[in-house]
């Protein structure tokens, strides 16, 4: 923590909401962090310049957002600089951004702005007064973007879902500041704040049509919540008349100590103290999830994320874990997962030329032959305009048909009694 004091971390806008929480967690650590501008054409002017044509769409997009804030912030202030870039293992070039970050620096004159990257080998560990309220700030977000999808496709006042939303995460991103440190203090804190907000959506005026097909989106964790990157998807299926069910982020911290405790187990440290600390911060990390999700209990029912185990084992006959690495594996298990729960089609946000998504692509036919016919479209983006409208028109007319014959009925919870917590449904990793 020492060589962060005195220094600013930026943290890149992948979702506002999400990077605003993670900046929220950093200050609580008593360390200076700001989110990144909003992405926009000059961010892929810029990431073009300092890219060299063969990184996907995310490189460019963080590349070209961080480099604007260099381009601003020349001299003095470049150097207290420090640029927020976790890595990741698998057949994916995001383990090389922070190397590729690091290099660009140098060659242009940065060397003083510094790259901050946890990897996914490690569990994404920081240091350890961060770490714990950056996880409760990544399940926090999750919780606010869950609540954000479940109301705009039905809210009477247009924007209205929006603009809740922006207040809620201010609230809670507050609330994560000025909160004591101290795990039991925090997470009372946390959890007023979420209720709060909870109890504004459910005030929030709606008109819920229950025929309304739900979609569930899966992806490469960047373009699928980035916006910008995927020609704001999320929000053309709803304007096409769905609700989305939009994988989360906390799904990848899951899938990382997954991947980490059968890495110990497959070098025959299963038993190492290495072992020992992945899973008992496997332990503690779900105990957050679940005491933050339990107020949820009735919102959420039928919406509750698969567990890791799970989409791990409905992935198993198409792409088992221990041959196959990375977001594809995430991707057709969580398909197969969301529908034993009712979704009524699947879209796959990629960007182009990315791995995990053409292995996903050539998997899908027979996962959909498996599912009944289950719907599943890839989109891939390269950051150039597409008109998407034929394509979205088409699937949702897909939908519309699988919606009439299958056997699974989708989460309505709004006309539900109020059902036991099943946050995430547990499981170990042992
Ligand atoms: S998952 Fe695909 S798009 Fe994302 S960083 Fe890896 S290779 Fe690039």
């Given at each position: 923590?020492?060589?962060?004091?005195?220094?600013?971390?930026?943290?890149?806008?992948m979702?506002?909401?999400?990077?605003?929480l993670?900046?929220?967690?950093?200050?609580?650590a008593?360390?200076?962090?700001?989110v990144?501008?909003?992405?926009?054409?000059?961010t892929?002017?810029?990431?073009?310049?300092?890219?060299?044509g063969d990184?996907?769409?995310?490189?460019?997009?963080?590349?070209?957002?961080?480099?604007?804030?260099?381009?601003?912030?020349?001299?003095?202030?470049?150097?207290?600089?420090?640029?927020f870039m976790?890595?990741?293992d698998?057949?994916?070039r995001?383990?090389?951004?922070?190397?590729h970050?690091?290099?660009?620096?140098?060659?242009?004159?940065?060397?003083?702005?510094?790259?901050?990257?946890?990897?996914?080998?490690?569990?994404?560990?920081m240091?350890s007064?961060?770490?714990?309220?950056?996880?409760?700030?990544?399940l926090?977000?999750?919780?606010?973007?869950k609540?954000?999808?479940?109301?705009?496709?039905?809210?009477i006042?247009?924007?209205?879902?929006?603009?809740?939303?922006?207040?809620?995460?201010?609230?809670?991103?507050r609330?994560?500041?000025?909160?004591?440190l101290?795990p039991?203090?925090?997470?009372?804190?946390?959890?007023?704040a979420?209720?709060?907000?909870?109890?504004?959506?459910?005030?929030?005026?709606?008109?819920?049509?229950?025929?309304?097909?739900?979609?569930?989106?899966?992806?490469?964790?960047?373009?699928?919540?980035?916006?910008?990157?995927?020609?704001?998807?999320?929000?053309r299926?709803?304007?096409y008349?769905a609700?989305?069910?939009?994988?989360?982020?906390?799904?990848?911290?899951?899938?990382?100590?997954?991947?980490?405790?059968?890495?110990?187990?497959?070098?025959?440290?299963?038993?190492?103290?290495?072992?020992?600390?992945a899973r008992?911060?496997?332990?503690?990390?779900r105990?957050?999830?679940?005491?933050?999700?339990?107020?949820?209990?009735?919102?959420?029912a039928?919406?509750?994320?698969?567990?890791?185990?799970?989409?791990?084992?409905?992935?198993?006959?198409?792409?088992?874990?221990?041959g196959?690495?990375?977001?594809?594996?995430?991707?057709?298990?969580?398909?197969?997962?969301?529908?034993?729960?009712?979704?009524d089609?699947?879209?796959?946000?990629?960007?182009?030329?990315?791995?995990?998504?053409?292995?996903?692509?050539?998997?899908?036919?027979?996962?959909?032959?498996?599912?009944?016919?289950?719907?599943?479209?890839?989109?891939?983006?390269?950051?150039?305009?597409?008109?998407?409208?034929?394509?979205?028109?088409?699937?949702?007319?897909?939908?519309?048909s699988?919606?009439?014959?299958?056997?699974?009925?989708?989460?309505?919870?709004?006309?539900?009694?109020?059902?036991?917590?099943?946050?995430?449904?547990?499981?170990?990793?042992?």
């Amino acid at each position: 923590m020492r060589s962060l004091e005195g220094r600013k971390i930026y943290i890149h806008a992948m979702f506002r909401g999400g990077a605003r929480l993670m900046a929220a967690a950093f200050r609580a650590a008593g360390l200076e962090a700001e989110v990144t501008g909003p992405s926009d054409a000059a961010t892929l002017e810029v990431g073009s310049r300092y890219t060299g044509g063969d990184e996907c769409l995310p490189a460019r997009i963080t590349v070209g957002d961080y480099m604007k804030v260099l381009l601003y912030a020349r001299g003095e202030e470049a150097r207290r600089i420090v640029l927020f870039m976790p890595g990741a293992d698998g057949p994916c070039r995001f383990g090389q951004y922070a190397v590729h970050l690091r290099r660009l620096l140098r060659e242009h004159g940065f060397e003083g702005t510094a790259v901050m990257s946890p990897t996914c080998a490690d569990g994404y560990q920081m240091p350890s007064a961060l770490h714990r309220t950056a996880w409760r700030a990544v399940l926090a977000s999750d919780i606010l973007l869950k609540l954000l999808l479940q109301h705009r496709p039905y809210e009477i006042a247009k924007g209205s879902a929006d603009g809740l939303y922006r207040e809620c995460v201010e609230e809670v991103a507050r609330t994560i500041e000025s909160a004591p440190l101290a795990p039991g203090p925090q997470m009372r804190a946390l959890r007023r704040a979420l209720i709060t907000c909870r109890d504004r959506f459910r005030q929030l005026p709606v008109r819920r049509e229950p025929t309304t097909p739900l979609i569930g989106v899966v992806g490469e964790i960047f373009c699928r919540l980035n916006s910008f990157s995927n020609a704001d998807l999320v929000r053309r299926l709803e304007d096409y008349g769905a609700e989305v069910w939009l994988s989360d982020v906390a799904e990848w911290v899951w899938y990382s100590h997954a991947e980490q405790l059968r890495l110990l187990r497959l070098t025959g440290r299963r038993f190492s103290r290495e072992a020992f600390a992945a899973r008992l911060r496997a332990w503690i990390q779900r105990r957050d999830e679940q005491r933050l999700l339990k107020p949820f209990a009735r919102d959420f029912a039928g919406y509750a994320e698969p567990s890791m185990k799970e989409i791990l084992e409905a992935a198993r006959p198409y792409l088992p874990q221990e041959g196959a690495i990375g977001e594809m594996v995430i991707n057709v298990g969580k398909a197969a997962c969301l529908a034993r729960r009712g979704v009524d089609g699947i879209v796959d946000i990629s960007p182009f030329t990315c791995m995990n998504g053409v292995v996903s692509e050539a998997i899908y036919p027979r996962l959909s032959r498996d599912l009944g016919g289950l719907p599943i479209r890839n989109f891939y983006f390269d950051g150039v305009e597409t008109d998407l409208d034929a394509d979205l028109g088409v699937f949702l007319e897909l939908v519309r048909s699988y919606r009439g014959r299958k056997r699974v009925p989708r989460p309505w919870p709004w006309a539900c009694p109020p059902q036991p917590s099943r946050a995430r449904l547990a499981d170990t990793y042992s």
